[in-house]
């Protein structure tokens, strides 16, 4: 079992910056891809980035030059640097990790954490 936590969501201005992470914790995991995902109200969830083991990064065009996913490897630990937020970025943003345990492969979520920001 693998356990997720966020942190770093908040209230922010139109063009300002903020940085979300998501640690992972458990035993005998290993970690492949992490990622990030946003809902917005009325909205299906969409994929905001993404960060493979070998170090790929991949980006929606929406966010493209703005945000910028890393991870931190010796802490299980995935961030997001978001900057020059807009309005529209306003959703919950959760972090997915997909590990592999146990001779099997696994997906988890985290909790989500709320980003607003105002115009």
């Known amino acids: 079992q693998v356990q997720l936590v966020e942190s770093g969501g908040g209230l922010v201005q139109s063009g300002g910056s903020l940085r979300l992470s998501c640690a992972a914790s458990?035993?005998?995991?290993?970690?492949?891809?992490m990622a990030w995902y946003r809902q917005a109200p009325g909205k299906q969830r969409e994929l905001v980035a993404t960060?493979?083991?070998?170090?790929?990064?991949n980006y929606a065009d929406s966010v493209k030059g703005r945000f910028t996913i890393s991870r931190d490897n010796a802490k299980n630990t995935v961030y997001l640097q978001m900057n020059s937020l807009k309005p529209e970025d306003t959703a919950v943003y959760y972090c997915?990790?997909?590990?592999?345990?146990?001779?099997?492969?696994?997906?988890?979520w985290g909790q989500g954490t709320q980003v607003t920001v105002s115009s």
């Open positions: 458990g035993s005998s995991f290993s970690i492949n891809t």
């Open positions: 997915n990790v997909n590990v592999r345990s146990r001779g099997n492969n696994w997906s988890y």
């Open positions: 960060h493979t083991s070998s170090g790929s990064t």
